[in-house]
């Protein structure tokens, strides 16, 4: 497929949180710059939407409420002008989603945050938008169609091969199912970095299982009937991988 013409405006989700750089230590929004450079060398132009003010609050410890009917509904005439949606990594989700109590060694919850992104994931899917899902974005993907999470992998499955500790990646071989999106993408079977201890639990409705690794964790999944709506438990930015980056831009070039 050509890549001329207009770039595809692509949608990232952001954190917000208390951050460190040069001399200042304040309140900031940000992305990993992996995923900019990725969705600009994929021919995207990044669109950024940080979670609001209120959001340090839950970041920090404080009430964690929603942000109301009028802050989402706002999200409307946002999503009208995106041509598609990364949802990236980053902390788990607040397990009331899902309808579970909050296992203690969580972290990085950030109520805000979920609802945001909650609220850009379900206007995409009924724009039709193409979406890649990453990390956390594919927990949320999940969740948003009514699965759930394990809140705690190593007591699953034995062991930390998904994340050795908090922060580090690990090696992890993944096979992708025949007739898959991400098998035509990557291949039968991939090598890739991973930084989780939560994963897929009950599979959200609708959503079909396309790459496990060898201990039976949900690696990826997708959508059907939609233009592109791809979820990997993944860092493809992590190793510089753009297959996926280059493919939900290609579904958004598709009007």
Known sequence: ??????????GLSMYRQVTKWLSWDRDAALVPGAYLD?????????VLFPPGSDAVDAATGGSSQPAGEGSLAELDGLL???????????????ARWYGQDPDPRNGGTNFQRDELELGLLSGAL???????????????LNVHLGGDLVQQLPDLVGSTNHQPRPGAFGPVSVTTEEGSTVKRLLGARVNVLCSHHQAIGELGRELVVTARSKDGVIEAVELPNHRFVLGVQWHPEESGDRRLFDAVVDAARIQ
Do not use: F, K
């Not at 497929?1 to 692509?10: A, E, N, V």
């Not at 009208?80 to 607040?94: A, E, K, Y």
């Not at 009924?126 to 949320?140: H, S, T, Y």
């Open 80 to 94: 009208s002008v995106l041509d598609g949606l990364v949802l990236i990594g980053g902390g788990d989700l607040d």
């Open 126 to 140: 009924e724009r039709d938008l193409p979406v890649l899902a990453i990390c956390r974005g594919v927990q949320l």
């Open 38 to 46: 990725l969705v600009v060398a994929a021919g995207g132009r990044p």
């Open 1 to 10: 497929m050509t890549r001329t013409g207009p770039r595809p405006l692509i």
